[in-house]
Structures are given as C-alpha cells and as structure tokens.
C-alpha cells in the first residue's frame, strides 16, 4: 500500500480536536490563576487569615476529592470507545451507566463519613476550622462530588473525539466564577456563598 504524504479527514480532525483541547484547557488553567491573582487580596480583606485559610482548604477538596473516583472514570473512558467500535450501543450504555454507579456509591460513602465528621464536631476540633467551617468542607465535598459526576456523565463526548467541548464548558465556568465571586466578595460574601 502506498502512502500519499497526506492525511487522512479523519486525522485532521483528531489534529484540531487536540488543539482545541489544549486551547480549552490553557484556558481553564489561566481563568483560575486569574481568579487567585484577582480575588486574594479582597478574600485576605474581607475573610482575614482564618477565612482565606478555610477558603483554601475547601479548594484542595476540589483536588483530593479526584481520588473518589479509584479509577473508573479511566476504565469507562477505555470502555466507551470499545463499544463504539464494536456498533454496541446497549455496552455503551451499560459502561456509562456501571460507571456512574459505581462512582456515585464510592461518592456517598465520602459523603456520609463526611457528614459524620462533620456532625460529631471532630472536623471542627481536629482542623481547627474557624466558626462554621465544617459546614464550607461539608458543602464543598457535595458540590465538588456533583461537579465530578457530570464530568463523568460526559464521557460519551470524550469518546465520541469531543473532549474540547467538556474543557469549554469547563473554562467558561472557571472565567465566569470570577466575576461572580468578586461579586459576592464585594457584597461581604461569606466563604461558604463564594
């Protein structure tokens, strides 16, 4: 078989779904540091020390909480494509669907230790969370474990060679964030509103 040198449709399009990918995903990476670099100091004036610390511990949640998923997000990532390949549209749905259960269970027993620690007041004591602290980690271990299981919700786009358009989103949602917060900042928003 003889090569051309040219490239394949296909292939062109696997090329600008990479680069819009890394587009999106520098994107997401400055519109945070922007948050940070934007809105420290008004957190540092308004919250003080205790507040900013709090402010930054519920955001390393946001990190820590990724190893909920023990992997399934990459082993329905691996299964997705498989099945479109295969024209099995039931394995597709059955791949997503085992995966989002068995996140989604893993997800609710972090979210009931969570709770325990939480209401037994040893969050409170052990980390030495300024006044309502407890219920910011609480809150932010729900909403970050809701935002988790939509990323993986949209796998179906990533198999389907549309991962740029789940980075969008995710970039908007970062960029859009700040102006909102600043917002709340502004009004004396509380680490638990922002």
């Known amino acids: 078989m003889q090569t051309t040198g040219k490239a394949s449709p296909a292939h062109h399009e696997y090329l600008r779904e990479l680069f819009r990918n890394q587009i999106w995903q520098s994107a997401n990476f400055a519109s945070k540091a922007f948050f940070l670099l934007l809105l420290t100091p008004l957190m540092l004036k308004h919250w003080g020390a205790d507040g900013f610390g709090l402010f930054g511990l519920a955001s390393s949640l946001l990190v820590s909480m990724a190893l909920t998923d023990g992997g399934v997000r990459s082993l329905t990532r691996l299964r997705l494509p498989e099945a479109l390949r295969n024209s099995d549209e039931a394995e597709f749905r059955r791949a997503l669907g085992e995966g989002l259960f068995t996140f989604v269970s893993a997800l609710g027993f972090v979210i009931l230790a969570v709770i325990g620690l939480a209401a037994s007041g040893w969050m409170q004591t052990a980390l030495q969370l300024p006044a309502g602290g407890s219920l910011v980690l609480l809150v932010t ?45 502004w009004m004396n928003g509380s680490v638990l509103v922002v």
């Open 141 to 185: 271990v729900i909403l970050t474990g809701g935002s988790l299981t939509t990323l993986l919700a949209l796998e179906p786009l990533a198999a389907r060679g549309k991962l740029s358009a789940v980075k969008a989103a995710n970039s908007w949602g970062a960029l859009a964030a700040i102006p909102i917060c600043g917002t709340a900042l």
